[in-house]
T-cell receptor, first 110, second 113 residues
Framework: GQSLEQPSEVTAVEGAIVQINCTYQ??????LSWYQQHDGGAPTFLSY????GLEETGRFSSFLSRSDSYGYLLLQELQMKDSASYFC???????????FGAGTRLFVKA | EAQVTQNPRYLITVTGKKLTVTCSQN?????MSWYRQDPGLGLRQIYY???????DKGDVPEGYKVSRKEKRNFPLILESPSPNQTSLYFC????????????FGQGTRLTVV
């Protein structure tokens, strides 16, 4: 079967750097995406890794190691508005099927 | 403005009464998908569609139907809703490539009593 694991909760202070890890067990792996979701809102796309390495988009970076079945999302210069849930999502079967992790709740403190 | 529109946003219904949740996108995307979100479980894929008249099951398709007669629309049909289908539902679309950005609708909160 397919499974993903990510921490349930992370707390950090404003201005700091936080890393949210995601490990997966998936057959037919295609790529790894990250989404942000504020309470009451819809998920919004943050980043995608199809190949090993680091992808950088502003304050957010995402990393993938296919050999280790592992990825992470790195958030720099944390702001209060970054308090939200973050989901990793594995695309498989040619990128048509998606399985999401249970989500990591990030609390940013002043 | 690029968007995915779901209707209704909120719905309370009774067990067994057929309902349809509509989803429409204005980005000419080939790929559309339905998810349900339950506390502690993340999002789970119900059905997806690779293009018009092409649909397939996700991880939790039981009790749901979909159709894709037009590129922009991808309705979710519950023929006989049950209380265990009480959930938050999201529709999403993206262009064909697997790694492209997915756009989500605002969500439909469904309660089946």
């Amino acid at each position: 079967g397919q499974s993903l694991e990510q921490p349930s909760e992370v707390t950090a202070v404003e201005g700091a750097i936080v890393q949210i890890n995601c490990t997966y067990q998936t057959s037919g792996f295609y790529g790894l995406s990250w989404y942000q979701q504020h309470d009451g809102g819809a998920p919004t796309f943050l980043s995608y890794n199809g190949l090993d390495g680091l992808e950088e988009t502003g304050r957010f970076s995402s990393f993938l190691s296919r050999s280790d079945s592992y990825g992470y999302l790195l958030l720099q210069e944390l702001q209060m508005k970054d308090s939200a849930s973050y989901f990793c999502a594995v695309l498989y079967q040619g990128g048509f099927k998606t399985i999401f992790g249970a989500g990591t709740r990030l609390f940013v403190k002043a | 403005e690029a968007q995915v529109t779901q209707n209704p946003r909120y719905l309370i219904t009774v067990t067994g009464k057929k309902l349809t949740v509509t989803c429409s996108q204005n980005m000419n995307h080939e790929y559309m998908s339905w998810y349900r979100q339950d506390p502690g479980l993340g999002l789970r894929q119900i059905y997806y569609s690779m293009n018009v008249e092409v649909t397939d099951k996700g991880d939790v398709p039981e009790g749901y139907k979909v159709s894709r007669k037009e590129k922009r629309n991808f309705p979710l049909i519950l023929e006989s809703p049950s209380p265990n289908q009480t959930s938050l539902y999201f529709c999403a679309s993206r262009s064909r490539g697997g790694g492209t950005e997915a756009f989500f609708g605002q969500g439909t909160r469904l309660t089946v009593v």
